[in-house]
Nanobody, 127 residues
Framework: QVQLVESGGGLVQAGGSLRLSCAAS????????MGWFRQTPGKEREFVAG????????YYADSVKGRFTISRDNAKNSVYLQMNSLKPEDTAVYYC????????????????????WGQGTQVTVSS
């Protein structure tokens, strides 16, 4: 069982930066691949970024490539999302998620494959 708690959301002007954190409980955090998703009202949750527990390889949605960076610190049971050059269209509730599997590269962007989810943190980017 893994419990996830996001933090770091808030209100920021366009062009600004935020760093989201996701703290995980459980002794086997390092065995989970982690993802960040986001959702706006009336839309489906969409993939933002992911990081493999085996290879450390990172994955990004095209809309955030070059602006967002996902990282993890297994010693702190945490995963982070550094968001730079924020745009109003980045406004959403951001969720972190965990999945335990060896073939993460096959489905890192599929929310249905993730086993655990946090409660979400709101990010609002003003123009």
């Amino acid at each position: 069982q893994v419990q996830l708690v996001e933090s770091g959301g808030g209100l920021v002007q366009a062009g600004g930066s935020l760093r989201l954190s996701c703290a995980a409980s459980g002794r086997t955090f390092s065995a989970y691949s982690m993802g960040w998703f986001r959702q706006t009202p009336g839309k489906e949750r969409e993939f933002v970024a992911g990081i493999s527990w085996i290879s450390g390889r990172t994955y990004y949605a095209d809309s955030v490539k070059g602006r967002f960076t996902i990282s993890r610190d297994n010693a702190k049971n945490s995963v982070y999302l550094q968001m730079n050059s924020l745009k109003p269209e980045d406004t959403a509730v951001y969720y972190c998620a965990a999945v335990k599997a060896s073939d993460y590269y096959n489905y890192y962007d599929q929310q249905a494959r993730y086993d655990y989810w946090g409660q979400g943190t709101q990010v609002t980017v003003s123009s």
